[in-house]
């Protein structure tokens, strides 16, 4: 009798943390899939409030104490952000998002976080982050077109600290220095020179 009770309220319990899980797991989506037609119609703010509120609920943060941190919900709080031209939070949430072992989330995850990352002009570290994406995906196009724009910005720049460039810069600048003479001043109108 005692054990067919302890089985009835075992059965009892599972069947109840299921239920509120699945209600975790259907708010969740139906939140992320509302988030699509709120980013189209530019409504950003109102969209990273459902997210909070998403994030709010006593449901999600339950389940998230037994689980670890929902890339997808990151990705998308990313994306927003990201919109909303807040790269500081962006990047963090693109972090957590590159955590997940779904390999797409992930990709698209590192190559918004490139993204940033090469709007700093730190060309380097966006191109190690472009080929972690080429790691995942080799046929993306987008990644491996600003591989090579970061490549060809990471030269520009080392050749535009260069001591052969300075030293030119240099000279240049020691040749506006020397008096020519009066010879060409502006004296009316414009002259031609043969």
Not at 46 to 65: D, F, G, H, W
Request: aromatic letters at 10%; a positive charge.
């Amino acid at each position: 009798m005692l054990r067919n009770n302890l089985i009835k309220l075992f059965v009892f319990v599972l069947a109840c943390f299921l239920m509120v899980y699945g209600y975790g797991y259907y708010k969740k989506c139906h939140t992320i899939a509302m988030l699509d037609g709120k980013i189209k119609m530019g409504r950003y703010k109102e969209a990273l409030a459902s997210i909070q509120e998403l994030q709010s609920c006593i449901v999600i943060r339950t389940i998230k104490k037994l689980e670890k941190e929902d890339t997808l919900i990151a990705y998308n709080t990313g994306v927003l952000y990201t919109l909303m031209e807040n790269k500081k939070k962006a990047g963090a949430e693109y972090r957590k998002a590159m955590e997940t072992s779904d390999l797409t989330l992930k990709a698209r995850a590192i190559y918004n976080n490139a993204n940033i990352i090469a709007a700093d002009m730190d060309f380097s570290t966006a191109a190690l982050q472009y080929v972690e994406v080429l790691k995942i995906d080799p046929d993306d196009f987008q990644a491996k077109k600003n591989l090579e724009r970061m490549r060809v910005g990471e030269q520009q720049f080392n050749t535009m600290f260069s001591p052969e460039q300075q030293e030119k810069e240099d000279r240049i600048e020691a040749l506006k220095l020397i008096p020519w003479g009066t010879k060409y001043k502006y004296s009316g109108g414009q002259k031609m020179r043969w």
